[in-house]
């Protein structure tokens, strides 16, 4: 887990201001040990202090609606898992007060039995009846500024204080969860900021941040429980989700005392596990993101952060190397002479346009060409050769800038680099460039543009993949960045001036580029899909798996 992730731990409760700039604008979690122990709600509602009869007698005539459901004391957010019944709040309390018993010193105990009320109640032959355990008080509203209708619980908002921190905020909602058996929310983000506080009893709370989302499989964005992980991670099959077995290297772990608050924002996947009887309010705030997200911007901000994800996606397949990296991989590299290859094929394409291998490596050790370069251009040029056709060795070669290529290209023989293998280590000359240091690079490619300009042509035109292309670039950033404004205009002046059609050259480099970028923007695309859309039925196309 990234240091810049990790949840914060504070004793004391911050200001507006420092929320919001120094907690709320990093999008990470924040627990407030003792947040709420000023609440009347902290005292009114406890249960071994009389909290049940208090809450019976405010709103014991209120119906809520509850979750039943048979998969406790896991509860799915998905509606098939689960139904939603009206259940008058007396009674629940009646089942909260059935699992209670007072010891004869007074400590507050809670019962191994599932109890049940009195066959007379007035709740006699529920649903709830055989399996109180079932049962759970989940986002029982107190406020709703989005449908007030719903409200059911609105007389309990005297005894709650909003935090300090909170007093500037637009509150969407307060709810009441509450559960008098053990119970587990299947893990899920919410749309808004959360800040969940506990009243009574104790929670644990695992957290993800949303970079985590690919692994645990969201449901579709277009079905009811889209904010809901399909991993059921009490019993995940790996079979089907190979992703979630890295799940709890992402995670984090937070207890919650009665009295705490957890921040949790928007997008953060969370899932709760409840103590037996536990109380918490919870409120819900949009964020500033999306309180200012301007529905005419939608389609740019798409485009941020499609640009954003494949970045970080070309990012993975291509990483920056050290200068150590380099010189470790260089050691390592296959760039390697076969024993007894020359490069006098080379005289043939070219018709004495470049020199013979031994005048050539004559000339580069008297201009200090150190051997590593050597050996990166005899393997080039070997690559290249490879692949002209044998009958064109012994043509004239034929201008680029004319209709004819330069030379004639085996396409069998050249590696096809698909969407889902388009690493630098699967394409032989992308893997030259990429192992060899800018420097070194440059001057391997000044030695090919005054020995063996026509091979350089044919490598640039015919051989170079979107995967080289893109290593050609990075390499040529890098470079230009180690070298002055005038070597700069030097090299290219005389890089370019070894093709017969300079526009080609850029053309060439430039397009496989914007290929290899598609390419990655289909993994990103398909990222969305996985994580936010929750479509996996394309994933195996792209990578097999998204790292994102």
């Not at 055989?130 to 759970?136: F, L």
């Not at 107190?142 to 449908?147: F, Q, S």
């Not at 059921?232 to 005392?257: D, G, T, W």
């Not at 060899?436 to 042509?457: D, G, S, Y």
Request: charged letters at 20%; a negative charge; one cysteine or more.
């Amino acid at each position: 887990m990234e240091s810049a992730l990790r949840v914060r731990s504070l004793n004391e409760v911050p200001s507006a201001g420092d929320f919001a700039s120094g907690i709320e604008s990093t999008n990470v979690p924040a627990v407030f040990s003792g947040c709420v122990k000023d609440w009347k709600a902290f005292s009114n509602w406890n249960p071994c202090n009389g909290g049940l009869d208090y809450l019976q007698e405010r709103v014991g005539l209120c119906v809520v609606e509850a979750m039943l459901s048979d998969s406790a004391p896991v509860f799915y957010g998905d509606i098939r898992s689960h139904e939603r019944v009206p259940l008058p709040f007396s009674a629940f309390i009646g089942l909260c007060k059935k699992r209670m018993h007072h010891s004869e010193d007074g400590s507050c105990v809670k019962s191994d039995r599932h109890g049940l009320p009195e066959a007379s109640s007035e709740y006699d032959s529920k649903p709830y009846e055989d399996a109180p355990h079932q049962i759970y008080l989940a986002q029982v509203p107190i406020i709703n500024t989005e449908t007030e209708e719903r409200v059911q619980l609105g007389s309990l908002r005297e005894d709650i204080q909003t935090p300090v921190f909170l007093e500037d905020k637009v509150l969407v909602a307060i709810n009441l969860w509450m559960n008098n058996a053990q119970a587990r929310s299947s893990t899920h983000y919410d749309p808004h900021h959360n800040l969940l506080c506990v009243v009574s009893g104790c929670k644990q709370v695992v957290l993800w941040p949303p970079s985590a989302s690919s692994m645990l499989y969201p449901m579709p964005i277009y079905g009811e429980a889209s904010n809901h992980s399909s991993v059921p991670l009490e019993n995940p099959n790996f079979s089907n989700y190979p992703r979630a077995q890295c799940l709890m290297e992402h995670s984090q772990k937070v207890i919650l005392q009665a009295g705490d608050a957890l921040f949790i924002p928007e997008g953060w996947f969370h899932q709760v596990d409840s103590d037996d009887l536990t109380i918490a309010v919870n409120f819900w705030w949009r964020s500033n993101v999306t309180l200012n997200m301007s529905e005419h911007m939608d389609a740019y901000y798409l485009r941020i952060i499609l640009r954003r994800l494949t970045d970080r996606e070309m990012d993975r397949v291509l990483p920056i190397a050290s200068l150590a990296q380099m010189e470790n991989m260089n050691r390592h590299t296959g760039i390697v002479l076969k024993k007894g290859q020359n490069d006098n094929g080379l005289d043939q394409a070219c018709e004495g346009n470049d020199l013979k291998g031994k005048e050539v490596e004559q000339r580069f050790m008297s201009h200090a060409l150190e051997p590593l370069a050597v050996l990166a251009l005899h393997e080039l040029v070997s690559l290249v050769h490879g692949h002209v056709n044998a009958a064109e060795l012994r043509q004239p070669m034929q201008s680029a800038s004319t209709t004819a290529p330069a030379v004639s290209v085996n396409d069998e023989r050249i590696k096809v680099v698909r969407p889902s293998s388009f690493g630098w280590e699967d394409d032989p000359v992308a893997k030259i460039f990429w192992t060899l240091h800018p420097i070194t690079l440059k001057n391997v490619f000044l030695a090919m543009v005054e020995n063996f300009p026509r091979t350089l042509e044919a490598l640039i035109l015919h051989l170079l993949s979107p995967v080289g292309a893109e290593v050609l670039t990075r390499k040529f950033d890098r470079m230009d960045q180690l070298i002055t404004e005038e070597e700069r205009d030097r090299f290219y002046q005389a890089f370019y001036g070894a093709f017969d059609d300079q526009f080609a050259a850029m053309d060439a480099i430039l397009k496989g580029k914007e290929l290899f970028a598609l390419q990655v923007d289909g993994c990103a695309i398909m990222f969305v899909r996985i994580n936010w859309v929750g479509d996996d039925s394309g994933n195996k196309m792209f990578m097999g798996s998204s790292t994102i």
